[in-house]
T-cell receptor, first 111, second 116 residues
Framework: GEDVEQSLFLSVREGDSSVINCTYTDSSSTYLYWYKQEPGAGLQLLTYIFSNMDMKQDQRLTVLLNKKDKHLSLRIADTQTGDSAIYFCAEPRGYGQNFVFGPGTRLSVLP | NAGVMQNPRHLVRRRGQEARLRCSPMKGHSHVYWYRQLPEEGLKFMVYLQKENIIDESGMPKERFSAEFPKEGPSILRIQQVVRGDSAAYFC??????????????FGSGTRLTVV
């Protein structure tokens, strides 16, 4: 299909790991992205992964890419209350100037 | 570096009025992108502009919406004769160029338009 898909909600306890999943559509995408949106704010680029990589780790963040299944995931280790936000995966379209975003996963971190 | 600046942060308009949303890209960025986020939804691409040129407006509604990025000054997204369905958050992003957008855009904080 045309849409980037994500589950809409995820709740975890503080200190646990969070895994946010995304299914994208364009197998030729060179980069895939994760953005974070806090309440009332714009989108902040969290991390990205090049399509020839399977995994990328950046401190508490781990991105896994399964190109065969067009599946992207974001793992947040030791989740904190400050991680509560909406997480969007995105893929470029066209010549890379147009991004298609998933609907966002709302992460709630419970104390 | 002040980042991408959007103003106003909040805008209230009555049905039928015009809304003007402004976006100043990051210093050194010549590419601007507008996205719309409807309540509880993801962002939808609207238009991509370079200085004085519209490159891709495939996401713009056919009527009432227009965008410009003049040689001097901010990019403007203009919505004429607003209707309730235009209520949304409008985000602007910028990048130095198409190739560099591989590393993702820089987004502004958005303008939240409410039509009453």
């Amino acid at each position: 299909g045309e849409d980037v898909e994500q589950s809409l909600f995820l709740s975890v306890r503080e200190g646990d790991s969070s895994v946010i999943n995304c299914t994208y559509t364009d197998s030729s995408s060179t980069y895939l992205y994760w953005y974070k949106q806090e309440p009332g704010a714009g989108l902040q680029l969290l991390t990205y992964i090049f399509s020839n990589m399977d995994m990328k780790q950046d401190q508490r963040l781990t991105v896994l890419l399964n190109k065969k299944d067009k599946h992207l995931s974001l793992r947040i280790a030791d989740t904190q209350t400050g991680d509560s936000a909406i997480y969007f995966c995105a893929e470029p379209r066209g010549y890379g100037q147009n991004f298609v975003f998933g609907p966002g996963t709302r992460l709630s971190v419970l104390p | 570096n002040a980042g991408v600046m959007q103003n106003p942060r909040h805008l209230v308009r009555r049905r039928g009025q015009e809304a003007r949303l402004r976006c100043s890209p990051m210093k050194g960025h010549s590419h601007v992108y507008w996205y719309r986020q409807l309540p509880e939804e993801g962002l939808k691409f609207m238009v991509y502009l370079q200085k004085e040129n519209i490159i891709d407006e495939s996401g713009m509604p056919k009527e009432r919406f227009s965008a410009e990025f003049p040689k001097e000054g901010p990019s403007i997204l203009r919505i004429q004769q607003v209707v309730r369905g235009d209520s949304a958050a409008y985000f602007c992003a910028s990048s130095p160029g198409v190739g560099s957008s591989n590393y993702g855009y820089t987004f502004g904080s958005g303008t939240r338009l409410t039509v009453v």
